[in-house]
């Protein structure tokens, strides 16, 4: 009986850690989505389809799948691409890079084009370049933002994204 309650108990705690990191994914995918309606691309980026890219979960990319489907930022269809490792990048309106590939941070800049808005789950994310840094509090996802990352990649941003961030960087 002993071994069975101790199965039972395993097998509740994988699946409720299963069902956080799914509740992650799905936030995370939600917030990078609504980020496309807070940030301006220059008038050269705004042609053709508007790309999302995923360095390094399926899961998120899964995610951003099923929300961006039929999507349009502004009148660019929305596309969301998975890389499986940093040589496979190529050009991105947004990226999501998570802290395992975080090292790449300071080169996805120049695979991904100038004008890319790099956000990453890594606590060093916006030391590294990025714009946008994801992390979890009391059981909320919540962010951080630097103005200078976003203005050195050539983003405009609406006041409501420094309002939102739990802390903005302006160095």
Same mark, same amino acid.
């Given at each position: 009986?002993?071994?069975?309650?101790?199965? +039972?108990l395993?097998?509740?705690?994988?699946?409720f850690?299963? +069902? @956080?990191?799914s &509740?992650?994914?799905? @936030?995370?995918?939600?917030?990078?989505?609504? %980020?496309?309606? %807070? %940030?301006d691309w220059?008038?050269?980026?705004?042609? $053709?389809?508007?790309? *999302?890219?995923?360095l390094?979960?399926k899961?998120?990319?899964n995610?951003l799948?099923?929300?961006?489907?039929?999507?349009?930022?502004?009148t660019?269809?929305?596309?969301?691409?998975?890389?499986?490792? /940093?040589?496979? =990048?190529s050009?991105?309106?947004v990226?999501f890079?998570?802290? %395992?590939? &975080?090292? !790449? =941070?300071?080169?996805v800049?120049?695979?991904? $084009?100038v004008?890319? +808005? *790099? *956000? &990453?789950?890594?606590?060093?994310a916006?030391?590294? $370049? @990025?714009?946008?840094?994801f992390f =979890?509090?009391?059981?909320?996802?919540? /962010?951080?933002f630097?103005?200078?990352?976003?203005l050195k !990649?050539? +983003?405009?941003?609406h006041?409501?994204? &420094?309002?939102?961030?739990?802390?903005? /960087?302006? /160095?």
């Amino acid at each position: 009986m002993k071994q069975f309650t101790l199965l +039972l108990l395993t097998f509740f705690s994988i699946n409720f850690s299963i +069902l @956080a990191q799914s &509740s992650v994914h799905e @936030a995370e995918a939600g917030m990078i989505y609504n %980020f496309t309606k %807070f %940030f301006d691309w220059p008038q050269t980026e705004k042609s $053709g389809d508007f790309i *999302i890219g995923v360095l390094g979960s399926k899961d998120l990319f899964n995610e951003l799948t099923a929300i961006t489907k039929d999507k349009k930022n502004v009148t660019q269809n929305i596309i969301v691409k998975s890389f499986n490792n /940093y040589d496979n =990048i190529s050009d991105c309106h947004v990226i999501f890079i998570t802290s %395992f590939n &975080s090292s !790449h =941070i300071h080169k996805v800049h120049k695979k991904t $084009g100038v004008h890319c +808005l *790099i *956000i &990453s789950d890594s606590m060093t994310a916006i030391e590294k $370049g @990025a714009v946008i840094q994801f992390f =979890i509090e009391n059981s909320r996802l919540k /962010y951080d933002f630097s103005i200078e990352n976003a203005l050195k !990649h050539g +983003l405009k941003f609406h006041s409501k994204v &420094s309002e939102m961030a739990n802390t903005t /960087y302006t /160095y």
